[in-house]
């Protein structure tokens, strides 16, 4: 007896659509590109004021992007950095009308946990570092950002390592 698909999820924006099945994805459409290493990218653009969808997909990553339409800015990515089928990293900004990034923020292993949060308006950062909030300084300097935690100075790069952010 044959076995029907389970549909998981349908996107159609345009003129391209993505449904997955239990055997992976199908991709289809005139907005599809693909690589001579397997990558795929997926772009949808046509519909003036509305968000862009970006996708893409190489057999060791798979990203979504949300772009705000008419500037390009990003206001959600998703990304799966070592294919083994799960978000690693999600991180989102708010954007003013014009397009101006005014707060990122960054979650590493996509625990619900933000790690890293950007004020672009009042040029602040924060990091979650061993279970607390801590204010980063240095932003927007020539000098390195740097974490003061209980009392020792640490570099915001050595953290947000350590927290995940490059950990892929």
């Avoid at 690693?88 to 003013?96: E, G, R, V």
């Avoid at 240095?138 to 927290?163: C, F, K, M």
């Amino acid at each position: 007896m044959p076995r029907a698909p389970i549909i998981a999820a349908l996107i159609t924006i345009s003129s391209w659509s993505c449904t997955v099945e239990d055997d992976g994805p199908t991709l289809g459409g005139d907005r599809i590109q693909r690589g001579g290493d397997s990558s795929v990218i997926i772009e949808a653009i046509d519909h003036p004021g509305l968000p862009s969808v970006l996708l893409t997909s190489s057999e060791l990553e798979f990203s979504l992007g949300i772009y705000q339409a008419n500037t390009g800015k990003p206001y959600v990515t998703l990304r799966d950095a070592d294919g083994d089928g799960v978000f690693d990293i999600l991180t989102y900004s708010s954007l003013s009308k014009s397009g101006d990034i005014l707060v990122d923020v960054e979650d590493y292993g996509m625990d619900g946990q933000p790690d890293f949060i950007l004020n672009h308006r009042e040029a602040k950062a924060s990091v979650y570092y061993q279970g607390a909030w801590h204010d980063v300084s240095g932003i927007g300097t020539d000098r390195p950002a740097i974490v003061n935690v209980d009392g020792t100075s640490l570099l915001l790069e050595d953290i947000l390592d350590e927290v995940g952010r490059n950990a892929f």
